[in-house]
């Protein structure tokens, strides 16, 4: 019953929604970010549209606030209690994420009327984000089983949007989606730490397009 549930209370359209029909967010964790709007404005030019801040950088809801001011489209992730969902509303997160099955969580997101994308990673946890009021499931960490995982995932929840996270790089994130990830997290592969922390913008922007180009099967043309 809980599979049956799962795979009929949530489409693809709800994820792709959630997503503002993106398929690829940024995941920023670093020490420090001299500028998240203008961080936000060099992975858009490199086709990344969303990003995703994490309560692992030091006064979070500041950065988001700044680049929710801005106009970009922003989350926070890494929410583990529901103090930080409603925070990270109040900042003006468009979307919160967590790494696990954090019922808290989810229902401060309601309370905001805030989408929540929540981490799991058994189909019997993806089932319980379900029924918590996900929006979209995060498989975390997706390399833990890799692309082929996600077609496994499809044949009892054909229609719960899955976002891959945790070990996607350029080399597999289009494998990932052609498996059947609606979206992929872009990690260091395009926001290292050190080069966010130094605000090199125009390499973010480097990156950013090269992993946008691997996941359409476009790098190298």
């Given at each position: ?5 799962a ?5 693809a ?7 503002h ?8 964790r ?15 030019e ?7 801040f ?6 979070v ?13 922003v ?40 989408p ?7 189909p ?10 996900a ?14 995982y ?14 891959a ?7 597999n994130?289009?494998e ?6 609606l ?5 260091t592969?395009?926001?290292p730490?050190?080069?966010v922390?130094a605000?090199?913008w ?15 099967g476009?790098?190298?043309?």
């Open positions: 019953m809980t599979e049956l549930s795979s009929t209370d949530l489409s359209s709800t994820g792709r929604s959630v997503l029909g993106e398929t690829v967010i940024a995941v920023v670093a020490p420090q970010i001299p500028d998240a709007a203008a961080l936000c404005a060099a992975l858009a490199g086709g990344i549209n969303l990003t995703e994490t309560y692992t950088t030091p006064n809801t500041d950065h988001l606030l700044r680049a929710s001011k801005a106009g970009w489209r989350g926070v992730g890494t929410v583990l209690t529901a103090e930080q969902a409603r925070l990270g509303a109040e900042a003006g997160a468009s979307f919160l994420v967590t790494p696990g099955c954090r019922p808290e969580v989810a229902e401060a997101a309601a309370a905001a009327g805030v929540v994308v929540l981490g799991a990673l058994t019997t946890e993806v089932a319980h984000a379900v029924d918590l009021g929006a979209a499931v995060k498989i975390f960490p997706a390399r833990a089983f890799g692309p082929g996600f077609k496994d995932l499809r044949g009892p929840y054909p229609g719960v949007p899955l976002v996270s945790g070990g996607v790089n350029a080399g994130a289009a990932f989606l052609a498996q059947g990830a979206a992929v997290c872009a990690g592969d395009v926001v730490p050190d080069v922390a605000g090199d125009a390499e973010i922007t480097r990156r950013a397009r090269a992993f946008t180009a691997a996941c359409t476009a790098a190298g043309s």
